[in-house]
T-cell receptor
Framework: EAQVTQNPRYLITVTGKKLTVTCSQN?????MSWYRQDPGLGLRQIYY???????DKGDVPEGYKVSRKEKRNFPLILESPSPNQTSLYFC?????????????FGSGTRLTVV | QKEVEQDPGPLSVPEGAIVSLNCTYS??????FMWYRQYSRKGPELLMY????GNKEDGRFTAQVDKSSKYISLFIRDSQPSDSATYLC??????????????FGKGTSLLVTP
């Protein structure tokens, strides 16, 4: 089954403790992206990657890092999490030659930073 | 001004009603227009996409884009309780090196009552 898999689904952590949220897709997509979803703010892009070793900032990159060493994986790293990073996170990947086609989202990771 | 505006609702309708969901936007360079459906605790799933202006129909769903007014709509005919979800509009530029980043509305919560 074609899918984007995120882990963990739920995570509670303490301020300053480094964490990684993993994202993997099995569709051989070149483009991958991370979003966060907050009440009243909607979905906002954190980082995206157009291919292996090619990453760029989205709208809200502060406090996050990403890496793209393999095509299928795009982990999101929080080096020193803070409470304002409490949010629902989605990984997405896109296939096709352009435009809107092929965006597939993962099921989300609900992160709470205390 | 946020680039994409969407009334958050909630919108409550009886089963069988025609539902109209709308978004306005400010960036005239947007070329691809999408509607996503998001059930509680799930990631967004693509419902409809349209390139440029015009209408597109898929079963009970019709998407309309009016670029001159910077206005897009999603119509749901014969609404069902299973249509109860949050509906997100999204749009993107037609620039390949932008990664086709999705610009989302905040989502409209729809409840279809039996």
């Amino acid at each position: 089954e074609a899918q984007v898999t995120q882990n963990p689904r739920y995570l509670i952590t303490v301020t300053g403790k480094k964490l990684t949220v993993t994202c993997s897709q099995n569709m051989n997509h070149e483009y991958m992206s991370w979003y966060r979803q907050d009440p009243g703010l909607g979905l906002r892009q954190i980082y995206y990657s157009m291919n292996v070793e090619v990453t760029d900032k989205g709208d809200v990159p502060e406090g996050y890092k990403v890496s793209r060493k393999e095509k299928r994986n795009f982990p999101l790293i929080l080096e020193s999490p803070s409470p304002n990073q409490t949010s629902l996170y989605f990984c997405a990947s896109r296939g096709g030659t352009g435009g809107a086609r092929g965006y597939t989202f993962g099921s989300g990771t609900r992160l709470t930073v205390v | 001004q946020k680039e994409v505006e969407q009334d958050p609702g909630p919108l409550s309708v009886p089963e069988g009603a025609i539902v109209s969901l709308n978004c306005t936007y400010s960036n005239s360079a947007f070329q691809y227009f999408m509607w996503y459906r998001q059930y509680s605790r799930k990631g967004p799933e693509l419902l409809m996409y349209t390139y440029s202006s015009g209408n597109k129909e898929d079963g009970r769903f019709t998407a309309q884009v009016d670029k001159s007014s910077k206005y897009i709509s999603l119509f749901i005919r014969d609404s069902q309780p299973s249509d109860s979800a949050t509906y997100l509009c999204a749009m993107t530029l037609d620039i390949s090196n932008s990664g086709y980043a999705l610009n989302f509305g905040k989502g409209t919560s729809l409840l279809v009552t039996p």
